[in-house]
Nanobody
Framework: QVQLVESGGGLVQPGGSLRLSCAAS????????MGWYRQAPGKERELVAT???????NYADSVKGRFTISRDNAKNTVDLQMNSLKPEDTAVYYC??????????????WGQGTLVTVSS
């Protein structure tokens, strides 16, 4: 079984910063890609940023220049550094991974979600 455990959400003022972390555990051969999605109240889940094993990153236009994704392939972890946060960044942030798992092949896994609230 593969699990994603997230940490780092919370309340921050506009213009502030937060760092989210996610660690994958289980019988994993590799994870590709790994990243973050978010879902605001009343809205659909949307991509925030992803990173491939080779280091190719993809960002939503709304976060480009403010958010940075980084991963440690050896540890199967991914972080999201969020700077210059805006109220519209308020959402539940979900870690995502597509993993090759022993005995199961390719599986898609989601974390439990961590709430980020940007408010004064």
């Amino acid at each position: 079984q593969v699990q994603l455990v997230e940490s780092g959400g919370g309340l921050v003022q506009p213009g502030g910063s937060l760092r989210l972390s996610c660690a994958a555990s289980g019988s994993i051969f590799s994870v590709n890609p790994m990243g973050w999605y978010r879902q605001a109240p009343g809205k659909e889940r949307e991509l925030v940023a992803t990173s491939t094993l080779g280091g190719t990153t993809n960002y939503a236009d709304s976060v480009k220049g403010r958010f940075t994704i980084s991963r440690d392939n050896a540890k199967n972890t991914v972080d999201l550094q969020m700077n210059s946060l805006k109220p519209e960044d308020t959402a539940v942030y979900y870690c995502y991974a597509r993993a090759i798992v022993a005995g199961r092949g390719n599986v898609e896994v989601w974390g439990q979600g961590t709430l980020v609230t940007v408010s004064s």
